[in-house]
């Protein structure tokens, strides 16, 4: 079979997209933190993204996610801080079959103020895990849902 | 992926909406009985002026078509962003964006 234009320019793409992955020399970032992804427990994923579950509550940390939300598909969350030399910005859900949702790294100018929309599957606390200098401060919220986000 | 990104007081903010559908890999097709295989975005990253201001990583835990707003300082009127996402399957999508 004659290999189309299009695939070949895809094809193409997708070869250059993979060099240049390659080529670009290993950032300051961590890869695709797979195993903190994976875990199933909170603790377990705190301790494979952090090296520790060893979390201080704290008023600093403001996270913002709706108390009631009707469909758990969608659930609008910001975290954002005053802290200063923010590292990272992370997001548990703590009754999801996967707790670590997201996780945000905040370069030196970039503002620890972030948005996004995540999925619970029911009922569940959401936290928000704040790391600057090196320490680890976090703030939780239950959200009730009365439709699951993960199908099934 | 559709990207905005508005200077104000020296303050650059982007907000990001990636088309995927975020498959979890736990959800199961009605009709046939079998599993839809896990496809999601595992990272995203945002340059300007050849740094990098912000990475995301995902789980399969965020919402289908991804929606993320964040900012940093700097930044200037015209000049580009570039925004980039990979999944767990390789593939790879690239934007332009140019801050307004």
Redesign the interface.
Known sequence: MAISRRKFLNLLT?GS??CL?LLTPI???AA??SDA?NATKPEDAYNNLFGSTDLSDSDEVKLKVPKIAENG???PV?VKTNMKNVESISIF?KD???P????????A???P?????????QTSTVTAVIKADGKLYSKSQEVKVTIG???? | MKVKAKFKNNITSVRVLAKHPMETGRRVNKETGEKIPAKYIQELTCEYDGKVVFVAQFGTAVSQNPYLAFSFEGGKKGDKLNLRWNDNTGDVDKTEAKIK
């Open positions: 997708i997209a993979a992955t950032s300051a970032f695709w933190a992804f598909g969608a659930v910001s859900v999801n079959p996967q670590l949702t997201a996780t945000f790294q905040i370069p100018g970039t503002i103020d972030i948005s996004t929309r995540i999925r619970l599957a986000g993960c199908g099934g």
